[in-house]
């Protein structure tokens, strides 16, 4: 949801479940904020009904390269991308509960399904999920974890990575604004506008290569970004990536007029072009800046960890 001037409200994901019915869910922290921006702007004179239904589902992730086996197990049907595409809704049961919603999407970009569960079996369906998986190496992870895996694939949070003055078309998420679909909505004029002036920052990932982990101080958020030595912007996040045995740090990158300190333009070649360093309290270590995530080392670490299971299993 975008504000006028095209910022984030609030980063949300909507199902619809039929033809008149959608299922909406916001972060855990936005709920009074996402409650009251949407009654700010229902028509007064429509039929439209907000009910606020957090109170009746359970919300448990079911994330890596073997929840489509765990959970294939417990529905009894397959849950192949064949079957169960990304980015779908369906509803399912599992054991003795029914009405569980499944989205096949998760925060983190690897394969998985988010399971909103009706808070009387949320018990009963984590004891069967648990049951399952143990086979394939299931291990409880909290909230933290999900919020630090996330950034080795690219995944900005709203409220650390993006904001109410952070539009779409500066954390490269352009392809989720449908401009040229004829449909008005709140904040489309101002996207309109900037994707023809350009924007002037650019969120980026960046991969530190002579950080020692052992050794050196671990970058948090907030790190001056430096582009040709001179100042670009701030990281927003960071984390270990243990996919790519480096430090990642996500942040937003600027192009400062060297005269007038005035800000420019930011285009893809301009962040390409541009050796960079991140500054951990006060020592400079060099970073690779990507726009997007390195797909492929994740899927050839995948494929290791699968003959490494099938190993395990055949043991």
Not at 136 to 163: H, M, P, T, V
Not at 210 to 236: C, F, S, V
Request: charged share 25%.
């Amino acid at each position: 949801m975008l504000n006028e001037g095209g910022g984030y409200e609030n980063d949300c994901s909507i199902a619809r479940l039929n033809k008149r019915s959608f299922f909406m869910i916001s972060p855990t922290d936005q709920q009074v904020h996402c409650w009251a921006w949407l009654k700010k702007h229902m028509p007064r004179d429509s039929d439209l009904l907000l009910e606020d239904v957090t109170w009746k589902y359970t919300a448990l992730n079911l994330i890596g390269p073997r929840a489509v086996d765990v959970l294939s197990e417990l529905s009894y049907a397959p849950m192949t991308p064949d079957h169960f595409p990304s980015l779908f809704c369906k509803e399912m049961s599992v054991g003795y509960a029914n009405g569980i919603r499944v989205m096949s999407m998760t925060h983190t970009g690897e394969p998985g399904f988010m399971l909103y569960i009706p808070i009387e079996y949320a018990l009963h369906v984590y004891n069967e999920v648990m049951s399952v998986g143990q086979k394939y190496g299931i291990r409880n992870a909290g909230y933290y974890a999900l919020r630090s895996l996330r950034i080795e694939k690219f995944f900005a949070f709203w409220g650390q990575d993006l904001n109410t003055l952070t539009t779409p078309l500066e954390c490269g998420r352009e392809s989720r604004v449908k401009l040229d679909k004829g449909m008005d909505f709140i904040g489309r004029d101002a996207l309109l506008q900037q994707r023809q002036n350009g924007v002037y920052k650019r969120l980026t990932m960046f991969i530190l290569d002579d950080h020692d982990t052992d050794l050196d101080l671990w970058p948090w958020w907030g790190e001056p970004i430096y582009r040709n030595g001179q100042y670009a912007g701030k990281t927003t996040s960071s984390a270990y990536s243990y996919t790519l045995e480096r430090h990642v740090c996500l942040g937003f990158v600027h192009n400062f007029s060297e005269d007038t300190g005035e800000e420019q333009v930011v285009t893809a070649d301009f962040i390409n072009r541009g050796e960079y360093e991140i500054d951990i309290a006060g020592h400079r270590f060099q970073a690779k800046a990507k726009l997007y995530p390195v797909t492929s080392l994740f899927t050839h670490k995948r494929r290791k960890e699968d003959v490494e299971l099938s190993d395990l299993q055949g043991k």
